[in-house]
C-alpha cells in the first residue's frame, strides 16, 4: 500500500501523560500536513511543513502540542501532558509540490481518560 | 478561507444522479473550489477542485456558477459506497479548512 500510513491507529491514555504519533506520508509528496477532528465535526488544520521547514501553525496547536519531520520524510506529533479535551481523531495528510490535493491517512484515535 | 454553505443532509436512490450543492459567495478570485468526502471511520478523500470552469473526473463532476458564488458537485450514478458525508472546501492556501459538510445518504 503506498498512501499515507499513520501509527499507532488507536491510543489510549490517562490524563497528564504524554503520546506521539507518527505519520508516513506518500514518498514522493515533500508536503505533509495534520489536523485534528472530533466526534461531530470537521476535521481542523493543526500544521504543515514542506519538506522538514514548518511553515504554518494554528491557534489550536498550544505550547502542549509540538511536530517536527526532521528529515522531510515521517513526521511525529507529540502531545505532552494529556488533557480529555485532547481527545479526538488526528489525521496526516500530505501532498506533491504542485498539486493541492492533500491525500489523507486512516487517522490516529487518541482518547484521554 | 471563503465561508461556505451546505445542506446538513441529503437523500439520493441508488443509482441515481447525487447532485450537492454548495454556497460560497465570499470566494476571491484567486481561490478554488474543492470537494472532499469522508466516509465513516475513515480519512477525508480528495474528490475534486476547479477555479471557474466546470471539471469532470472518474468520480464526480463539478459545475461552478459563472459568478463563482455557488457549486454543484454531481456524483452521475451513486451506489451505497458514496453515502459519506461531502465537504465543499473554498480556499487559496495550502491548509483546508472543512465545515459541517453534507451527509448524503444513498438509499438502496
Known amino acids: 500500500d503506498t498512501g499515507v500510513s499513520q501509527n499507532p491507529r488507536h491510543k489510549i491514555t490517562k490524563r497528564g501523560q504524554n503520546v506521539t504519533f507518527r505519520c508516513d506520508p506518500i514518498?514522493?509528496?515533500?508536503?505533509l500536513y495534520w489536523y485534528r477532528q472530533t466526534l461531530g465535526q470537521g476535521p481542523e488544520f493543526l500544521t504543515y511543513f514542506q519538506n522538514e521547514a514548518q511553515l504554518e501553525k494554528s491557534r489550536l496547536l498550544s505550547d502542549r502540542f509540538s511536530a517536527e519531520r526532521p528529515k522531510g520524510s515521517f513526521s511525529t506529533l507529540e502531545i505532552q501532558r494529556t488533557e480529555q479535551g485532547d481527545s479526538a481523531m488526528y489525521l496526516c495528510?500530505?501532498?506533491?509540490?504542485?498539486?493541492?490535493?492533500?491525500?489523507f491517512g486512516p487517522g490516529t484515535r487518541l482518547l484521554v481518560l | 478561507d471563503a465561508k461556505t454553505t451546505q445542506p446538513t443532509s441529503m437523500d439520493c436512490a441508488e443509482g441515481r444522479a447525487a447532485n450537492l450543492p454548495c454556497n460560497h459567495s465570499t470566494i476571491s478570485g484567486n481561490e478554488y473550489v474543492y470537494w472532499y468526502r469522508q466516509i465513516h471511520s475513515q480519512g477525508p478523500q480528495y474528490i475534486i477542485h476547479?477555479?471557474?470552469n466546470n471539471e469532470t473526473n472518474e468520480m464526480a463532476s463539478l459545475i461552478i456558477t459563472e459568478d463563482r458564488k455557488s457549486s454543484t458537485l454531481i456524483l452521475p450514478h451513486a451506489t451505497l459506497r458514496d453515502t459519506a458525508v461531502y465537504y465543499c472546501i473554498g480556499t487559496g492556501r495550502r491548509a483546508l479548512t472543512f465545515g459541517s459538510g453534507t451527509r448524503l445518504q444513498v438509499q438502496p
Open positions: 476547479g477555479l471557474k
Open positions: 495528510a500530505s501532498s506533491p509540490e504542485t498539486d493541492g490535493d492533500q491525500y
Open positions: 514518498s514522493e509528496h515533500n508536503r
